[in-house]
């Protein structure tokens, strides 16, 4: 098990799914909700920063989609989105060598222009763990695309991760609040880096 103190450098494309439920479930007022975008920002940043100083132009780009509950049966979007959307100049900034460029996602990446309706139905979020989890298959497939952050705390993604590893051997980087589950044996063989993030609290 490692801790998220140490960056690696990349030279192409990545990409970091998130959770945003998994963060924090009780955020859904604007100071809560900043904080969890604020947590983002740090997991991102723990993870692929150089580790020196880079000059703008060289900066590793991340691609960031955050998952939730943002879109209710009838198609309309949460008051949760609507915050969230407003505060997405939390992850924009060019700090520690990365530049974050972050998106709610409401569509699957292989198809944005499919708006999910009902990913919040009967007080919580519905389709959002597969949402995550064929995301993670696509960018995988995708040769430009050097290297994959998941942030999630669902024993859910274990089949996902360990599929995705599996067929295509892209480096995965999950971060997870707990420090250890019984399925971790089944990774020692994979290209995924099980993180345990001390500031995931």
Known sequence: MQTADAGQQTTGLNVALIDFN???PRANTRPTIQDSLELISSLI???FSPGKPT????AIEVECRIYDGWVDRAGGYMEKYRIANSLLNTLRSL?????IIPRLATSLACNPQAKLTGTYKNGGQKM???MLAQD???YSEQEEYDRILVVANDDDYVPAMMAT???WGKPIAWIRKRPTTPHDMYFQALNVELINDPSWL
């Open 22 to 24: 998994n963060l924090d």
């Open 45 to 47: 940043r723990k993870v």
């Open 55 to 58: 000059l703008p132009r060289d």
């Open 95 to 99: 700090e520690d060598g990365v530049r």
């Open 128 to 130: 959002v763990d597969q």
């Open 136 to 138: 993670a298959h696509f």
């Open 165 to 167: 590893s599996i067929r």
